[in-house]
């Protein structure tokens, strides 16, 4: 298993956009949830987005309306759409993957796999 890639971090003014990509490795013998979470300087680390194997997708509620989570299949790459920015979003946000065995398939399948983080500055 190849863990998760960011970017798209960056410093951004309040009220402002970003769009953050993950590249994600995957097989075809294997499902996958796949997440952003983020961490700000001294709090835990928090899921903020999920999209799950079946399409139906789940927003923290301090992003709900302005972060958007999407996945483009051809390019294996995890997107989040970050609008209406404020300060408290400034974390390192990270990518994560949870891949379950499809029914009838053998082969490792890895949950809680996660990328070494991008970060994301919003100033006042």
């Not at 709090?43 to 987005?49: C, D, F, K, S, V």
């Not at 379950?100 to 991008?118: I, M």
Request: proline share 3%; aromatic share 8%.
């Amino acid at each position: 298993q190849v863990q998760p890639v960011e970017s798209g971090g960056g410093s951004v003014q309040a009220g402002g956009s970003l769009r953050l990509s993950c590249v994600v490795s995957t097989y075809t013998h294997c499902m996958y949830d796949m997440s952003w979470a983020r961490q700000a300087p001294g709090g835990r680390r928090e899921l903020i987005a999920t999209l799950f194997n079946n399409g139906r997708m789940s927003y923290d509620d301090s992003v709900k309306g302005r972060f958007t989570i999407s996945l483009d299949n051809a390019k294996n790459t995890l997107y989040l759409q970050m609008n209406s920015l404020k300060p408290e979003d400034t974390a390192m946000y990270y990518c994560k993957t949870d891949a379950y065995p499809r029914l009838g398939h053998s082969g490792t399948c890895t949950l809680d796999a996660w990328g070494q983080g991008t970060l994301v500055t919003v100033s006042s």
